[in-house]
């Protein structure tokens, strides 16, 4: 049974990642140069935003990280897709997620939705392909 700060801690940790509520705008849209710049501020494009100092650490990637990288490169390799649109899939996935999923994991669940959307897999044979992986990993363990 989980205590009451492990509770609060992941309370806390899902109310972070909660879709953020947003007032929808009637037309004709009247809105201000403020609203116009920050509508027309891309998602992935964080740089100079306000933020806190990050300590840059040297990370080796994660075996999952790079079997991701590896996948995502050959689905451009054969054409299925190409960074731009990689790019473009994440920014399509919403701030709660975007910033919510680590990199690779943002990688990863953009692959899925693209290759599901593009009609080469369907949800079913992903659903089973991930119950296949998820059994080999549980057998190793």
């Known amino acids: 049974m ?3 700060n492990r509770f609060d801690e992941i309370q806390n940790r899902v109310a972070d990642i909660a879709p953020v509520f947003r007032k929808p705008l009637d037309s004709p849209y009247e809105i201000s ?3 116009f710049a920050a509508l027309r501020h891309v998602l992935h494009d964080v740089g100079g935003q306000p933020d ?3 300590e ?3 990370k080796v990637e994660e075996p999952w990280e790079m079997n991701t990288y590896v996948t995502c490169e050959c689905l ?3 054409g299925v897709w190409n960074s731009e649109e990689r790019r473009r899939a994440e920014n399509d996935l919403g ?3 975007y910033f919510g999923l ?4 943002r990688w990863a669940t953009v692959a899925a939705k693209f290759l599901i959307n593009k009609g080469l897999i369907t949800p079913d044979e992903l659903s089973a392909k991930l119950d296949e992986v998820r ?6 363990t």
């Not at 680590?102 to 994991?105: D, F, K, T, V």
């Not at 059994?135 to 190793?140: F, K, L, S, T, Y």
């Open 2 to 4: 989980s205590s009451p």
């Open 76 to 78: 451009g390799w054969r």
């Open 33 to 35: 140069n403020e609203l």
């Open 102 to 105: 680590p990199y690779y994991a």
């Open 56 to 58: 840059y650490q040297e």
């Open 95 to 97: 701030a709660t997620l």
């Open 135 to 140: 059994a080999r990993m549980e057998a190793r």
């Open 52 to 54: 806190v100092p990050v």
